[in-house]
């Protein structure tokens, strides 16, 4: 065997230690890129759980309003009865009659409408609460990511667990959605 043949092994020897001691590295950015793309979804689908939620709570908020105009309408109606000469007033008295039960029923519907839209409401403060956690967990993950590739690059171990450190934080941030209501 020539000097510069065992040279080259020597090389190849060396690569491929090199190579085995940062398999555990490339297998962390394995895990932390599925890690990414799952707090990905979720955190895309919260938002979008915030979005349709704040839609059925404009929508609540529409029929309430739609109940206390219809029930100002009928107020003005029963006034106007009341204080304009008539000639039927057994018909003006049936009608005021209907008015106030009207009402009635209104009041009802408006006090449901405005539960339903309160509640809806809180589910959106709630919905959004847990996309910020999602959106800072994939920050967090991301960059655990981005510095973990980095240990293949200057082959410096610091790299990864700095790296871990962070993704333990992302992973934290996300698992704080479960303790939130």
Not at 22 to 51: I, K, N, Q, Y
Not at 124 to 139: H, N
Request: aromatic residues 6%.
């Amino acid at each position: 065997m020539e000097p510069t043949e065992a040279q080259e092994l020597q090389e190849h020897a060396e690569h491929a230690e090199h190579e085995s001691t940062l398999r555990p590295v490339a297998f962390t950015m394995s895990v932390l890129a599925v890690m990414v793309a799952v707090t990905t979804v979720l955190g895309h689908r919260t938002h979008t759980e915030a979005v349709l939620d704040q839609n059925k709570a404009t929508d609540t908020w529409g029929e309430y309003q739609a109940q206390n105009i219809r029930s100002y309408d009928a107020e003005l109606h029963i006034r106007l009865t009341e204080i304009m000469p008539l000639t039927d007033k057994t018909a003006a008295a049936k009608d005021v009659d209907d008015r106030h039960k009207d009402q009635a029923r209104w009041a009802e519907k408006m006090a449901d409408e405005f539960k339903e839209a309160r509640a809806l409401e809180a589910e959106v403060k709630g919905a959004e609460a847990r996309a910020v956690r999602f959106d800072l967990a994939e920050a967090l993950l991301e960059i655990g990511l981005v510095v973990t590739s980095v240990t293949l690059l200057t082959r410096a171990r610091v790299y990864w667990y700095l790296g871990i450190g962070f993704s333990i934080a992302g992973i934290a941030s996300a698992l704080s959605v479960l303790l939130l209501k």
